[in-house]
Each structure stands twice: as structure tokens, then as C-alpha cells.
């Protein structure tokens, strides 16, 4: 007999520890997305971690910005970037405020209102589909920036809430490179999924873009 999901929100001092301990365990967690045609429910099963300035690959190496402002906030929030000029991914900010770091949503598996997901993702072969990647799951929920700065914490209707869902045993997480970080943070194993789940996503190499003369 497979266990009811626990719905009870996920607390702010869930959030409020290093990256590297909230981000594999936010695995199996479900994430509630309102919308004005209802809720779309998501069991999370891929995320990577970002560790601010001890980190080449986050986007707080270099400090604070307009953009990235959110990551220095309270934990618990919503990061929302713009990326490639088209895509939009969401990540949730971990540890003290002040100090940036957050977890990046990769992958996850539609658990309800998959109707609605699929509207947004016309493109998906299959339900596994719909948010197996970063900026699917955000497209799939209808996440934009408008979005950024969302307490995800909170048991009021709000756009966005994390619930407690059922944690994956440890001996069901994997690690390894995060996709497509080149640089100094190609070297950090700071991707966690869930083993043989079909949501994950492929892992891809940093390929380097090149300038336009």
C-alpha cells in the first residue's frame, strides 16, 4: 500500500540550512501551483544546488543584483531568472538571509492537473514529458517573473507552496555534475535526482557558446 503524500507546508527552517542539505531533500517534496483554472501539483523528483559566492556557478558569485536579489531574501522564497532570451527556471532560496543560495527545480512528476500542464506544454510526447527539465517544469506551471519573490512556505493561497510530500530514502538519491555549468563550478556533483524515475532529465555537458562577430 503506497503512503498518502503528506500536504502539510514545508516550514521556513526547512529551508534555512546549507544548499547541500535542503537540496536532496527537497526530493519527492510536492510543489502546489494556483492558478486561475485551478491547481497543478508537481512531486519533485531533479534539482541542483548553487551555493552563492563560494560558487563560480551560481548567479550571486559576483554579488548582489536586480536580477538576483531574491537569493539574498529569507528562505523559503522563490527565484525566478530569464534565460536564453525565452525561457524562465525557478529555483528556491536556502540558508540565512543575506547569504545567497538556492536550489535549482529541474525535473518532477505532474501529479495533478496534468490537463492544465498539458496546455502549456504542447510540445510534451507524454505526461514524463511535461516537466522533465527546468524550463518545461516552469512552463508546465505557468512560472514567470512575475513570480519571483514568492513565499513558498506559508500554508495561505498562495501562487506557489512547497508541502512536505514523501522524502525519497537516501539510498534512492543520486549525485553527479550539474547540466551545462562550465568553468570552475563544472567540478561541484551538486545534481541530485531520483534513481530510474522516468521525470529526470538527461544530463547534458557545458558546451560553450560562441561570440557573434
Known amino acids: 500500500m503506497i503512503a498518502t503524500p503528506d500536504r502539510t507546508p514545508l516550514s521556513r527552517e526547512f529551508f534555512d540550512r546549507p544548499v547541500l542539505d535542503v537540496a536532496p531533500d527537497l526530493l519527492g517534496r510536492i510543489l502546489v501551483r494556483s492558478t486561475p483554472d485551478g491547481p497543478i501539483a508537481l512531486r519533485l523528483t531533479e534539482v541542483e544546488a548553487y551555493d552563492g559566492a563560494d560558487d563560480p556557478g551560481s548567479h550571486a558569485y559576483r554579488g548582489r543584483t536586480a536580477r538576483n536579489d531574491v537569493m539574498f ?11 536564453y532570451g525565452m525561457w524562465f527556471c525557478m529555483n528556491l532560496v536556502c540558508g540565512p538571509e543575506g547569504r545567497a543560495s538556492a536550489v535549482l527545480l529541474r525535473a518532477g512528476e505532474i501529479i495533478e492537473g496534468a490537463e492544465l500542464a498539458r496546455t502549456r506544454r504542447l510540445s510534451a510526447r507524454n505526461d514524463k514529458e511535461l516537466a522533465k527539465g527546468p524550463a518545461r517544469l516552469a ?9 519571483d519573490g514568492t513565499d513558498a512556505c506559508t500554508s495561505e493561497d ?56
Open 158 to 213: 498562495t501562487p506557489l507552496r512547497m508541502l512536505t510530500g514523501t522524502p525519497v530514502p537516501s539510498d534512492q538519491v543520486l549525485n553527479g555534475p550539474r547540466t551545462g555549468v562550465g568553468g570552475d563550478g563544472a567540478v561541484h556533483p551538486w545534481r541530485f535526482w531520483v534513481a530510474n524515475d522516468p521525470t529526470v532529465s538527461p544530463y547534458r555537458a557545458h558546451v560553450p557558446r560562441r561570440r557573434r562577430s
Open 73 to 83: 531574501g529569507p528562505p523559503g522564497h522563490v527565484y525566478v531568472y530569464f534565460t
Open 139 to 147: 512552463t508546465a506551471l505557468d512560472v514567470d517573473r512575475s513570480l
